[in-house]
């Protein structure tokens, strides 16, 4: 069955740097466009990144635009979230997802579209 597995989220400082990992199984990983979501408490599910099937097409949320830096790995089947200069405001659950869509994507995507999601991992940011 379909499996998105993410990793490397933890407790940093603020400035500090941290690189998410979803491992994605189960389905034809190139056939799928790949996004970041995260959720703080007491929010909504916010869109962070999202890259194109074949990787050549990239969006980001606003908040994030200039310090994350999403990429996938085609041959292994990961997709990164690349986090620099993290914020406070950046401490979330972070989520995987796919979308069946061949193409690039243009603007954020929507959670709604989203066909699989991981379980999340937790970023927590220190002032």
């Known amino acids: 069955q379909v499996q998105l597995v993410e990793s490397g989220g933890g407790l940093v400082q603020a400035g500090d740097s941290l690189r998410l990992s979803c491992v994605a199984s189960g389905y034809i990983f190139s056939t799928y466009c790949m996004g970041w979501f995260r959720q703080a408490p007491g929010k909504e599910r916010e869109f962070v990144a999202g890259?194109?099937?074949?990787?050549?097409?990239?969006s980001y949320g606003d908040s994030v635009k200039g310090r994350f830096t999403i990429s996938r790995d085609s041959a292994k089947n990961i997709v990164y979230l690349q986090m620099n200069i993290l914020k406070p405001e950046d401490t979330a659950v972070y989520y995987c997802?796919?979308?069946?869509?061949?193409?690039?994507?243009?603007?954020?995507?929507?959670?709604?579209?989203?066909?699989?999601w991981g379980k999340g991992t937790l970023v927590t940011v220190s002032s």
């Open positions: 997802a796919a979308d069946r869509k061949i193409g690039s994507i243009k603007g954020p995507l929507r959670d709604y579209d989203m066909d699989y």
């Open positions: 890259i194109s099937n074949s990787g050549s097409s990239t």
